[in-house]
């Protein structure tokens, strides 16, 4: 662990915190009780004060094998010495092509494309319209809707918070976009509570779909979008059979399925990708987060086969014609793409997706071992992902997770809380014994709460 100090030229002091509009924070309780980070390494990040604090969240669910490994590091440093920024409109350089192979190869099934972009939110963003011109220029044109689901979460984007259905993300910014419907959340306290993996009761919320269906006929619909587990809501992990009904819905109608897996990507439920560890294809994957390890922001959508294949169908043949009008300045941004093939080696030569896998029944018994706790109303696990959810104060939904965040970082552990869901996913390379001193902190710090 290294407690190495905040570069020369930053100044931790709380009266040169106002400047920064923080995202997704109180901001003036924060800059009241800052809690800053000076450093990180493998497991640990160093405080500004110099205390180490446990990283239960892997940052913020991105840094899969730890925080600053110096294969990336090493990478990202020669890269940047040699090639800063490279244009890919109309020109290229060769590392975006070589991530794109390899990332494609880590799915399996038959997706042979990849489109880079900067965040998961871009990436959600760019696989709904992928969906969308994918019908155009089929000559399905009329197929324009969209559908997500409620206490789903694609991140900020107009089109990510279109499909999103969380309602603080989505009540300030007007109608959003138009054609857009949700079917239901999974989430059913009553009958899944203290579920061990997958829950076994819900899979018929996935008919929510068949609905939706008959109500704006099959012939407008473009895609359907949902995680595989949804994350950033709290952990809602899908039913038993679920995703596979989805998948044989979309078919039956010729809609498009789109698995978020900007959390569910890079080993976190202990397969490469969700896709993998559900058995479940969909037509378009995004991904962002794990990608880079969370060094560099960088995000990807991967295409399975037929996807890019009608576009340059329709495109000129004369290859005079863009095949789809759409794209970022820094899309495949050599420092970015150097990132993600060291990260991607990394994860391979330390087997850490296995290792994932192997941890996970020590995991989930001690996830469950919190049973009994105080505030604890329901446990949840899957992978290395952990949903603790807490009974609220009355009136005061949120209050209880935020003060057991805040209490969680001041005995040594970063824990994250959506509302009264405390959700732990840490980095793949944790041992046993800082997973028991993960849960006991969370176990003190709920048996102190009022």
Avoid at 33 to 61: F, N
Avoid at 110 to 129: I, M, P, Q, R, T
Avoid at 250 to 279: M, N, P, Q, W
Avoid at 349 to 369: I, K, M, N, S
Wanted: charged letters at 20%; hydrophobic letters at 40%.
């Amino acid at each position: 662990m290294d407690g190495s100090a905040l570069p020369v030229n930053a100044d931790a002091a709380p009266n040169n915190l106002e400047p920064f509009w923080m995202p997704f924070t109180w901001n003036r309780r924060f800059k009241q009780e800052p809690l800053l980070l000076a450093s990180a390494k493998g497991m640990y990040y160093t405080s500004v004060e110099g205390e180490q604090i446990l990283d239960g969240t892997a940052g913020l669910w991105c840094c899969n094998a730890g925080h600053r490994r110096e294969p990336i590091v090493r990478a990202v440093q020669e890269t940047v010495e040699h090639l800063d920024f490279a244009p890919t409109f109309q020109l290229g350089h060769p590392l975006p092509f070589e991530l794109a192979n390899r990332l494609s190869a880590m799915v399996p099934g038959d997706y042979d494309h990849v489109a880079f972009c900067n965040s998961g939110s871009e990436a959600v963003d760019s696989a709904l319209k992928i969906a969308l011109a994918y019908h155009r220029v089929r000559g399905d044109a009329a197929r324009t809707r969209l559908i997500g689901r409620e206490r789903g979460y694609h991140g900020v984007g107009f089109g990510g918070i279109s499909v999103g259905g969380i309602v603080k993300n989505r009540m300030f910014f007007g109608p959003l976009l138009n054609g857009v419907d949700h079917i239901r959340s999974t989430h059913d306290l009553e009958r899944n509570a203290y579920s061990r993996g997958q829950p076994e009761h819900g899979v018929e919320f996935a008919d929510e779909l068949e609905r939706l269906v008959a109500l704006h006929d099959p012939s407008t619909i473009a895609a359907v979008i949902v995680e595989p587990v949804a994350g950033s809501t709290g952990v809602l992990i899908p039913p038993k059979g679920y995703l596979e009904r989805l998948r044989a819905i979309c078919d039956k109608y010729g809609i498009l399925l789109i698995f978020d897996e900007v959390i569910t990507g890079f080993g976190r439920l202990g397969s490469a990708f969700g896709t993998e560890h559900f058995g479940v294809q969909p037509d378009l994957i995004t991904c962002a987060k794990g990608l880079t390890n969370g060094v560099i922001p960088m995000g990807a959508v991967i295409c399975r086969k037929g996807i890019y294949e009608a576009f340059t169908d329709w495109a000129d043949e004369t290859g005079q014609t863009i095949e789809l009008f759409h794209g970022y300045t820094y899309s495949g941004h050599p420092v970015a793409a150097a990132a993600g093939l060291a990260t991607l080696a990394l994860y391979q030569e330390e087997q850490l997706f296995q290792r994932a896998a192997d941890l996970a029944p020590y995991w989930e018994q001690a996830v469950h071992g919190l049973k009994g706790t105080r505030h604890v109303i329901d446990l949840r696990n899957i992978g290395l992902i952990a949903g603790i959810e807490l009974e609220s104060r009355p009136g005061k939904v949120g209050a209880r997770g935020y003060e057991a965040f805040r209490k969680a970082f001041e005995a040594g552990a970063l824990i994250r809380v959506t509302g009264d869901i405390i959700a732990l996913s840490p980095p793949l390379i944790i041992e046993k014994a800082e997973i028991d001193r993960l849960f006991q902190t969370v176990r003190d710090v709920l048996q102190a709460l009022d």
